[in-house]
């Protein structure tokens, strides 16, 4: 794994970028992208990585891991009812996608469109870099969202209400976005800029960047396997195939120098533990659903000890399903396991944007699928997956252990014992990613079906949220642009390559 670390004159001036560039008002800046600020792209890229960063590990983490059962809530917290009745409304979530706009696309198109006034400087190797960093989150927010600003987003004060492009337009473009950024990263100018470490996630080095662009790639042509668009996706992995970068090789992390101390902590452990090392409310009312230590237990799974704490009150692995209704009895925040310690590592722990684990994975399926040929076998990706998780969870004896638990004759663990190999795949992606990225585990469940049992909230009608809503802010500032909506499009609203 590459960790970046910056110095403190390198956190002070991400700060000053943070003041310089960002805003508060969504979608309604007053400043033109072709009139430079005081900023730079040496200044602005490593705040946009940062958000990406701040989000990526909170947030979206978070709403991932309660809507695929990984988590629930003690019965002695009244936090969390949200996903006890999928009672989503059009302020749950909201920051997702206004984020996205207002500090990351914001600033990342300033990145993208900046030009050294002397003309001494090429800022390629930026415009790479934010080209690939949009299509990360463009492909994101399509898969929560739908229909999203594209075409007219970004424009700044040139218009501060974008239509709505299609969805599957926007997956599309974004997909030529990454196989253009892919190739300028791979053929850049003698003199184009290099980031160093104001690249916080890979230091600059392009041929990472070339490998991250790919692999996104890859993420959105396996979504849409449903749409029986094979010529398509065949054409877009010759493509990949073709610059000969490949896929990427570790985790991909941000890190400009996390510490403990106040707003410089790793977002993922922020959102859990105090810079004095106490617990937030957050870690006291977050505790493992009962179905996922039920079920890693009954594979025998290495990982749990590292995804999960034993309850301070038995010293055993418990957890609670997620309901208002628990009896106060045997299932307080005492009585269940917390987030274990194969997450929550330091305070300078490395901020992960996509895992090695989760890019095997999205390569096993594709394989299997028959979209990659001539490689290694499914199989082989499928277990190098499996070992990478135990690797990013720091099991003992992490590569030995792993061999021997996936070669357990059980179905979905062990490749050979596994009638339905996609099924197999998910149900070890989800895995991998509890904790992580496990919005995409959401994205998967609402694309495949699995992993399949995942109980569902008694509270709740017994459907599934497929999507998010526009956010309330959205409606009011833009509602001759955004599509009509009502509460239960949550549910019945499924993505396009559904």
């Known amino acids: 794994m590459k960790t970046i670390k910056i110095n403190k004159s390198i956190l002070l001036l991400l700060s000053v970028a943070i003041l310089t560039v960002s805003c508060n008002d969504f979608l309604d800046v007053n400043e033109n992208p072709n009139s430079p600020s005081i900023s730079t792209p040496s200044l602005t890229l490593p705040v946009a990585q940062q958000e990406m960063a701040q989000l990526n590990g909170t947030d979206m983490t978070y709403l991932g891991n309660m809507l695929v059962v990984n988590w629930a809530t003690p019965s002695n917290w009244s936090a969390n009812s949200l996903f006890a009745r999928y009672s989503f409304t059009a302020t749950s979530y909201d920051d997702i996608f206004e984020r996205s706009y207002v500090y990351m696309f914001k600033n990342l198109t300033y990145v993208e469109n900046y030009t050294d006034p002397t003309g001494a400087a090429d800022y390629s190797t930026y415009k790479a870099i934010s080209q690939i960093?949009?299509?990360?989150?463009?492909?994101?927010?399509?898969d929560l969202y739908g229909d999203i600003p594209f075409t007219e987003a970004n424009l700044r004060g040139e218009n501060t209400t974008p239509k709505y492009d299609d969805a599957a337009t926007v997956y599309k473009s974004v997909i030529d976005s990454l196989t253009s950024a892919a190739n300028l990263a791979l053929n850049l100018p003698d003199n184009a800029e290099d980031p160093g470490t104001q690249d916080i996630?890979?230091?600059?080095?392009?041929?990472?960047?070339?490998?991250?662009?790919?692999?996104?790639?890859?993420?959105?042509?396996?979504?849409?396997?449903?749409?029986?668009?094979d010529a398509y996706i065949a054409s877009q992995i010759a493509s990949i195939d073709a610059n000969g970068a490949g896929y990427i090789t570790a985790d991909i992390s941000a890190n400009p120098g996390y510490t403990a101390s106040?707003?410089?902590?790793?977002?993922?452990?922020?959102?859990?533990?105090?810079?004095?090392?106490?617990?937030?409310?957050?870690?006291?009312?977050?505790?493992?659903?009962?179905?996922?230590?039920?079920?890693?237990?009954?594979?025998?799974?290495?990982?749990?000890?590292?995804?999960?704490?034993?309850?301070?009150?038995?010293?055993?692995?418990?957890?609670?399903?997620?309901?208002?209704?628990?009896p106060g009895t045997g299932f307080t925040n005492l009585d269940l396991s917390h987030v274990g310690p194969g997450l929550l590592k330091s305070a300078e722990q490395d901020q992960v944007i996509m895992s090695l684990a989760e890019?095997?994975?999205?390569?096993?399926?594709?394989?299997?699928?028959?979209?990659?040929?001539?490689?290694?076998?499914?199989?082989?990706?499928?277990?190098?997956?499996?070992a990478a998780s135990y690797e990013f969870l720091e099991v003992p004896d992490a590569s030995t252990a792993a061999a021997?638990?996936?070669?357990?004759?059980?179905?979905?663990?062990?490749?050979?014992?596994?009638?339905?190999?996609?099924?197999?795949?998910?149900?070890?992606k989800w895995i991998a990613l509890n904790g992580t990225s496990s919005i995409e585990s959401w994205i998967d469940l609402t694309r495949t079906g699995f992993p399949a049992?995942?109980?569902?909230?008694?509270?709740?009608?017994?459907?599934?949220?497929?999507?998010?809503?526009?956010?309330a802010s959205e409606v009011s500032r833009n509602s001759d642009n955004v599509p009509s909506q009502t509460a239960n499009d949550i549910f019945t609203q499924n993505p396009f390559w559904k």
Not at 363 to 382: F, H, N, P
Not at 453 to 471: F, T
């Open 133 to 142: 960093m949009k299509g990360y989150q463009y492909q994101l927010l399509v």
């Open 201 to 229: 996630i890979l230091g600059g080095h392009m041929d990472e960047w070339a490998q991250f662009a790919n692999t996104i790639k890859l993420r959105m042509l396996v979504r849409l396997s449903n749409t029986n668009d």
């Open 262 to 326: 106040a707003e410089k902590q790793s977002p993922f452990y922020d959102y859990f533990i105090a810079e004095s090392g106490t617990q937030q409310d957050r870690n006291d009312f977050t505790v493992a659903s009962k179905h996922t230590i039920e079920y890693l237990t009954s594979i025998n799974d290495d990982r749990l000890s590292r995804l999960y704490l034993p309850a301070a009150a038995s010293g055993n692995f418990k957890g609670a399903e997620q309901s208002t209704v628990l």
């Open 359 to 386: 890019a095997l994975f999205i390569q096993a399926e594709a394989t299997e699928r028959g979209y990659i040929t001539g490689g290694d076998s499914a199989q082989d990706l499928y277990e190098a997956a499996i």
């Open 404 to 428: 021997a638990y996936y070669a357990q004759p059980i179905a979905n663990v062990s490749w050979a014992s596994s009638p339905n190999k996609i099924e197999a795949i998910m149900t070890q």
């Open 453 to 471: 049992g995942l109980p569902i909230p008694a509270e709740s009608d017994g459907v599934r949220p497929v999507r998010l809503l526009y956010p």
